[in-house]
């Protein structure tokens, strides 16, 4: 069975299109896992079970999923393009963040700032080879960096997931310098 493949239709449903399968998510981005597993199986396109989807969580990468205590819940930790309060805890970031992109992008970077798109937040590391990676997969990388003492002075929130993504609801070019 391929679980990868499993692994990006779950973050399709819990990131964006949960009706993709008839769930709803709770305001927390909560998915009953019964439920979940059982949408998915329906589909005819996948099949899992509880321990497949222990598996996934376990074993994902970029660690995309928690469950709640009981396993009786789950959710994606960040990426969301639909509203919902990952219950995401502000925190002070380091002095500098990365974000990594692809070259094709950098002019509009460059006039607008990073701005989250379809998403709910932008996306940072706390690396550049963790920001050269995310760039890699939009074509050639660039990497920015982030004045976070600066944002921080001027008000902006910063705010650390589960998996250990910096995120903020935008950063002005003004804060950002081009690395790549």
């Known amino acids: ?72 819940h789950i959710r994606a930790n960040q990426g969301h393009s639909i509203p919902v309060d990952v219950e995401l805890k502000e925190c002070i970031p380091p002095a500098v963040l990365y974000h990594g992109t692809g070259e094709k992008y950098v002019a509009a970077i460059d006039a607008q700032g990073l701005i989250p798109k379809s998403r709910l937040y932008v996306h940072m590391s706390a690396d550049t080879d963790t920001a050269r990676n995310v760039g890699s997969r939009h074509g050639k990388p660039v990497i920015y960096e982030i004045d976070c003492n600066s944002m921080l002075s001027d008000g902006y929130k910063f705010y650390l997931s589960e998996n250990h993504v910096w995120l903020t609801k935008s950063v002005p070019a003004c804060y950002l310098r081009k690395l790549s």
């Open 1 to 72: 069975m391929n679980l990868t493949k499993t692994s990006k239709f779950i973050a399709l449903i819990l990131r964006h299109k949960p009706d993709t399968i008839g769930i709803s998510l709770d305001e927390h981005g909560w998915a009953d896992v019964h439920e979940l597993i059982d949408g998915i199986n329906e589909t005819g396109k996948h099949h899992i079970d509880m321990r497949d989807l222990e598996e996934i969580v376990r074993m994902d990468e970029k660690q995309r999923y928690s469950f709640n205590e009981d396993k009786s």
